[in-house]
């Protein structure tokens, strides 16, 4: 049989063992609603604050400023559509789970502008400097997750908040992948997603700095302050917790791993004298490689890297039936037939170097 090497991170992680084990125990051991006030339901609340103090702790926040969320895409709109600024200043580079929001509010009223970037995704803040102005919402994504250009968060927010306006940051392909402390970097608004830092999928959470107002997207029962109705997922709650706090522990080593294997992957092909282009910025989430390749289609190159096992993707996951030039690579600029010649290979910690060898190889002998 065909041995399976999955190289799309970006879009998804397989789960962390010991938090899949904890999520299937919680679910057949501790299925109680937090909510109820009998004792079979203190495990679940119990569980349920335990999370929310390992999550806080994992990026500088206080408990009581995590709020559970089904999903990254949640965590957006919620922003999006509950923050109470006239205008919101975001990028041409961001998820459709910030830019769709964006549309629609704009149709209500509400004032849209975009940040330019430049060649390699990175957001240009002296045009944010013109543009902000007070009582604005500034919403830029710490990474890319089509081209894993890391942005200058606290610069950004230091821009945001010198103007008398918020920051918001798309974390979801940066969470359990760089350091992160909201504290630090002036966050006021975080959006992540468990199946990006190999927990579960269908839960995430979003970050509010105490005292930020927003109304609720969801609204019915008192869950999460009366912030975010429906009974909460706990099992998936708690085996997000261990996925993150696993990821956070290892994270320098993980780091140091899959920049080797970037490594490894770029030197195979260079040697091999094949031309391609890397996109993004030298500050990057590690392991995510977009590469191009001159009058080549992405879409046959990823099939041809799937009938030997290999899975990677054209750009965004969500993107992936869409054969469309991604509004990433036309935001920066990239020529039309490099950007139509674009794969992304995303690497996880699991991967190993010979994986990349064998990518590198199937690569080589496609493009050659
Ligand atoms: N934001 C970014 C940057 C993403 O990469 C994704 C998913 O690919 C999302 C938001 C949406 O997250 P979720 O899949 O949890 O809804």
Known sequence: MKRLIYADNAATTKMSQAACEAMVRFQLENFANASQPYSFAR???????????????????NPDEIYFTSCGTESDN??????????????????????????????????????????????????????????????????????????SINELAFIAHENGSL???????????????????????????????????????LYIKDGVKLNPLISGGAQELS?????????????????????????????????????????????????????????????????????FSGESILHRLDFQGICISTGSACDSKDTKISHVLKAIGLEESLAKGTIRISLGHTNT??????IAEALIKIVK
């Open 167 to 205: 920051f918001h940051t798309d974390a979801v392909q940066a969470v359990g992948h760089i350091h992160i402390n909201v504290e630090e970097l002036g966050i006021d608004l975080l959006s992540a997603s468990a199946h990006k830092f190999n927990g579960p999928k269908g839960i995430g959470f």
């Open 353 to 358: 170097i010979e994986d990349v060898r064998i």
């Open 78 to 151: 919620w922003v999006i559509k509950g923050v109470n600024c006239s205008t919101i200043i975001t990028s041409p580079i961001e998820h459709h789970a910030i830019l769709k929001p964006c549309a629609e509010v704009e149709k209500q009223g509400r004032k849209i502008l975009y940040i330019p970037v430049n060649a390699t995704g990175i957001v240009d803040t002296i045009a944010l400097k013109q543009m902000v102005k007070q009582d604005s919402l500034v919403s830029v994504m710490m990474a890319n997750n089509e081209i894993g250009t890391v942005q």
């Open 227 to 295: 912030n975010r109705a429906g009974t909460e997922n706990v099992a998936a709650i708690v085996a997000m917790a261990i996925a993150l706090q696993e990821n956070i522990d290892n994270i320098d080593i993980n780091s140091q791993w899959l920049l080797s294997l970037e490594q490894e992957l770029l030197e195979l092909l260079d040697n091999s004298g094949v031309s391609y282009v890397r996109n993004g910025d030298v500050r990057h989430i590690p392991g995510c490689i977009s590469l191009s390749f001159a009058g």
């Open 43 to 61: 495990n679940a609340k119990k569980a349920l604050k335990e999370s929310r103090q390992i999550i806080a702790g994992c990026i500088g926040a």
